[in-house]
């Protein structure tokens, strides 16, 4: 017993050195973000442009619920950068009631066909090419554009970025607010936010609606969805957690473990191993023969009374009353008249309910308990 116990030790020592180990190799890993977070610093992160706003306007946040939780209260600017899905037809009726209610929405996404109504169009070079644009105030800015995609203005549309292949970035009224679209989210990367002129033409599309209030919107990222265990817990607490329950198990194991035969109680084999009873009372579970289930549980507690009580098993129920008066000394007079009257009428019925099959079984089943006890 000794030497297990002390393997047990050895065991338990090794698995924690490994957890120790674990924590201090897996800590030193750079954690991998997804592209575009405003609270990633990895090079195709936002976090650059966030810290910015943050510090120069001092009401950016960040939004990781359903748009319908959005405040409809006018002057805010919600960013959405590069979408990872569509919004459902629900979510992005949710979005423009926001923007009806007097605020905007600034979408940095390379194809917006679909979202919002939006049509693009091919145009431009094939490749990422440094090209020069020019914003409605007519100045040149230089810049880097992901695709050869423009976008398709409405008549209502007002363009303020473009080039002489069609519109990069416009503005389209919805209600008392608007929906500004640009076509190159890697302006607002960490990685190219200061490059050519993207952070003046970010700025600029920022600063067209005068917002109070900057939102980043993390919700489009599967920021509601993105809380796991693994996400809310430190690496080294998970450790420890599994590595617990390793220990655990290795515990009961061996608190469990058995050194002789299992030992099964002779009453309760013999009591319910005949498989044969089992499929009878199946058989009349399924048929619905209650009637007949309740008649045999009633012949067997009428043997058990000629055993026990001295109660003649051809008497019928209501014949037996003086004897049950005499024995069954739990009940009084009044009840156990009551009890083999009606017994006597539900044995005579042809069929029986559901309900009044288990009241009356759950009834013989007490006295048959009192009888067997004595």
Known sequence: ??????????????????????????????????????????????????????N???????????????????????IMIEPFFIPESEETGQYREFMEAGNTILLFKTNPQGMFGLKTVQGGMDAEEIITLNN?????????????????????????ISDEDGPVALERPVGEG????????QWMTNDFILEEGHLPLVLSLINESSPRTILFDEYIHGGENDAS???????WFLLLMVQGMLLAI?????????????????????????ERIKALAAWHLRGKRFTDSLNIQADYVKLLL?????????????DSTGGLLRKWTSADEKDINRFVTELSAALEKETLSKQEYLLWSKKLDRLRKEVEEG
């Not at 000629?306 to 209501?318: A, L, V």
């Open 306 to 318: 000629q055993e026990k009580w001295g109660i003649p098993y051809s008497r019928e129920w209501t």
């Open 250 to 274: 290795l515990w009961l194991w061996y608190q469990g473990k058995r050194f002789g035969p299992v030992m099964q109680v002779r009453e309760e084999h013999v009591r319910f191993s005949d």
């Open 178 to 185: 608007s929906l500004i679209v640009a076509t190159a989210p």
């Open 136 to 160: 409605k105030r007519d100045e040149k800015k230089n810049a880097l554009l992901p695709a050869p995609i423009r976008l398709d203005a409405a008549d209502e549309d007002e363009v303020l």
């Open 56 to 78: 120069e306007i001092g009401e950016a946040e960040r939004w990781n619920s359903s748009p319908n939780l959005l405040e409809k209260e006018e002057g805010q600017l919600l």
């Open 1 to 54: 017993m000794a030497k297990n116990k002390s393997k047990l030790i050895v065991l338990a020592v090794i698995l924690l050195v490994f957890a120790v180990l674990s924590y201090f190799i897996g800590s030193r890993e750079p954690k991998v973000y997804p592209n575009y977070l405003s609270e990633s610093p990895a090079p195709m992160g936002t976090k650059a442009v966030f810290t910015y706003l943050q």
């Open 229 to 235: 265990v693994v996400t809310l817990y430190p690496k």
